[in-house]
């Protein structure tokens, strides 16, 4: 299998933004670890391996009612271990000849014992990946000829939400366990009483530099909230695949060798935006943003800002604490370099369920992922704890009983995910692109002070990223 990228937006990238709970980095600084008394031990586990594998012989694959052992495994939080573990014991009652051995761990934990099984050739049935797929992309049998078959079911899932879990040449590697974008929440009252002009879907950098100022000059608030590391994601990854054609530039190429523009000039315009903002106040400067350390204590959510960035999964949360304090928040499209052109906003995958190579019941272990990803009384029993379902009808099921501000979010993830996209992007990004994002939102700060122009600025961020591949 050829070491391709998957047709997602740049997942290290969006991780930076504190992306769903359920990319790796959140994982790894915020998933507990397992119970241990509830895991399987190590030895029961190469006990069970070994079981499994002797009993290959005697098994068959889905769709017969021969007995079918399948290991599984994941990591994550204890209430996605819990809602995971009531999942399976759903569908071993739905399929008495099914047993599914489970091990769950922290994410750390999770891919130490991934490491010893890779080196052995015994990687769970059916196992759980995020953003560092490509080092295990060996192990990972494509669902393509399930998909072919008809023992999983893709029909209720669009293309732009299939794209995420599947190479650019066309092979699906896995089904999403839960989608993602990035929006702009806002404070409607506050647009209101400045006199400001509300986001709509076809709104622009301008307009939403207008509006931040104006807010600011009215209400003595910051227009907008900081974007925080999420700036290089919205000045840098979006900014750029806005302009021109659809998908005729991105950041980094596609095969992460070089850049995906030949013009560092494209960045200027963002940068003296955002120096601009600064300078009036209507966007915080470094000081500022070092003060909101989460999503709950963001400026918007405190009530010194009019809108933030928000990965949308988020939503939900501010909106309700907004709620509790009486007011009312809407999430609108990230805006665009010019009306009626790319949105840049992109459909993501938290982690994906994949089939082992080393399966010897890779059918059923695809029937079971089919299951996971489409049935809706395992959706309601998951709740979405991965992300937002990438199945439409799923989402209109955990729709029925959503709260307001959930409803907002999956309203959202279905307009996003029939706006066009691009053929194909990038899911990584180089080593090196922490130092490069660091550089680039020290660069607007020199700009704001009158140290460097945004050109320069431009320059030396581009210089930084090409760097990474000299």
């Not at 963001?298 to 009019?306: I, Y």
């Amino acid at each position: 299998m050829k070491n391709k990228l998957l047709s997602i937006l740049m997942v290290s990238t969006l991780i930076s933004g504190a992306l769903m709970g359920c990319s790796n980095s959140e994982n790894a600084s915020t998933d507990t670890p397992a119970d241990t008394t509830s895991e399987v031990a190590e030895s029961d586990t190469k006990e069970a391996a070994a079981d499994t594998k002797a009993d290959t012989a005697a098994e068959t694959e889905a769709g017969t009612d021969e007995p079918i052992t399948l290991r599984m495994a994941w990591w994550g939080s204890q209430d996605r271990h819990d809602k995971t573990i009531a999942a399976i014991e759903l569908y071993e009652s739905l399929n008495p000849n099914v047993t599914i051995e489970y091990e769950y761990y922290s994410f750390d934990d999770y891919f130490t014992k991934l490491k010893t099984l890779v080196a052995s050739d015994e990687v769970w049935d059916v196992f759980q990946l995020g953003g560092n797929f490509p080092m295990y992309i060996d192990k990972i049998y494509p669902l393509d000829e399930f998909i072919e078959s008809g023992v999983v079911d893709v029909s209720n899932i669009s293309e732009a939400n299939l794209k995420t879990t599947r190479q650019t040449d066309g092979t699906q590697l896995g089904l999403t366990n839960g989608i993602n974008t990035y929006g702009i929440a806002y404070d409607p009252a506050m647009f209101e009483e400045a006199g400001a002009s509300l986001p709509n879907d076809d709104w622009t950098w301008d307009d939403y530099h207008e509006a931040a100022d104006l807010i600011t000059e009215k209400l003595g608030i910051f227009g907008s909230s900081t974007f925080l590391s999420s700036d290089f994601i919205a000045g840098c990854s979006t900014y750029i695949g806005q302009q021109g054609s659809l998908g005729q530039y991105s950041f980094f190429n596609l095969d992460l060798t070089g850049m995906g523009f030949d013009d560092p000039s494209m960045l200027a315009p963002y940068i003296q935006m955002r120096a601009d903002m600064i300078n009036k106040g209507s966007y915080p400067d470094a000081g500022a943003s070092a003060e909101v350390t989460n999503i709950e204590n963001d400026f918007l959510v405190t009530g010194e800002a009019a809108m933030t960035w928000v990965a949308v999964n988020q939503f939900p949360t501010i909106y309700d604490i907004c709620l509790e304090q009486g007011r009312e928040l809407a999430l609108a499209p990230l805006p665009k370099v010019e009306k009626g052109g790319n949105s840049g906003s992109l459909i993501q995958s938290s982690q994906m369920l994949c089939v082992s190579q080393d399966s010897e019941q890779k059918e059923a272990a695809a029937a079971f992922i089919s299951w996971f990803e489409n049935d809706i009384d395992c959706n309601n029993i998951l709740q979405a704890e991965r992300g937002i379902p990438a199945n439409e009808e799923v989402r209109a099921a955990l729709a029925g009983s959503a709260t307001a501000g959930q409803q907002i979010m999956y309203d959202y993830v279905d307009s996003v995910s029939k706006m066009p996209t691009p053929e194909e992007y990038n899911v990584l990004s180089p080593d090196g692109q922490d130092q490069v994002q660091d550089n680039y939102l020290n660069y607007i700060q020199q700009v704001a002070s009158g140290e460097i122009t945004a050109q320069e600025a431009a320059e030396k961020t581009y210089a930084d990223a090409q760097a990474i591949f000299e």
